[in-house]
C-alpha cells in the first residue's frame, strides 16, 4: 500500500511540470522578442490613406456606430434559446425505450411548456419585424 502511495505522489509532483513551465517561458520570450523586433526595424510611414478605415472596398457612408433595432437581437436570442432547447431531445431518443411512459409524459410537458412559452412570444409580438 505504501509502494502505491509513493507512486501517485512521485507521478503528480511539482518536477513533472518543470519542463512545461520552461516551455511556455521560452515561448512568452520568444513571442516577445518577435513583437520587439518586427516593432524596431519595421517601416514606420504613416499616410491619411493607410491611418483610412477599410471597407473590404466600399466607399465609407456615415457612422458604423448607427443604432441598431432591438427586435434583430430579440429574434436572435429567442433562435438561441429555442434551437438550444431542441438539443434535450437527443437523451430522449436516445434511451426512449428505458425511460417508458414516465419519460414519455416527461417529454410530453417539456414540449407543452416549450410550446406555450413559444405561443407566449408569438402574442407578445416578439417575432414580428414591422414597427
Request: aromatic share 18%; charged share 15%.
Amino acid at each position: 500500500m505504501q509502494l502505491f502511495l509513493l507512486q501517485v505522489t512521485a507521478v503528480n509532483s511539482a518536477e513533472n511540470y518543470l519542463p512545461i513551465g520552461i516551455q511556455l517561458i521560452f515561448a512568452i520570450g520568444f513571442i516577445a522578442t518577435m513583437m520587439g523586433l518586427t516593432h524596431y526595424f519595421g517601416p514606420k510611414r504613416s499616410t491619411s490613406d493607410k491611418l483610412q478605415n477599410f471597407e473590404s472596398g466600399i466607399e465609407i457612408k456615415g457612422n458604423a456606430r448607427q443604432p441598431m433595432a432591438i427586435k434583430y437581437f430579440l429574434v436572435a436570442i429567442l433562435f438561441v434559446l429555442f434551437d438550444v432547447e431542441v438539443i434535450f431531445f437527443y437523451p430522449y431518443a436516445v434511451n426512449f425505450r428505458e425511460l417508458g411512459w414516465a419519460g414519455f409524459g416527461a417529454v410530453a410537458m417539456f414540449v407543452g411548456l416549450f410550446i406555450t412559452g413559444f405561443i407566449y412570444i408569438w402574442r407578445k409580438g416578439a417575432l414580428d419585424w414591422e414597427d
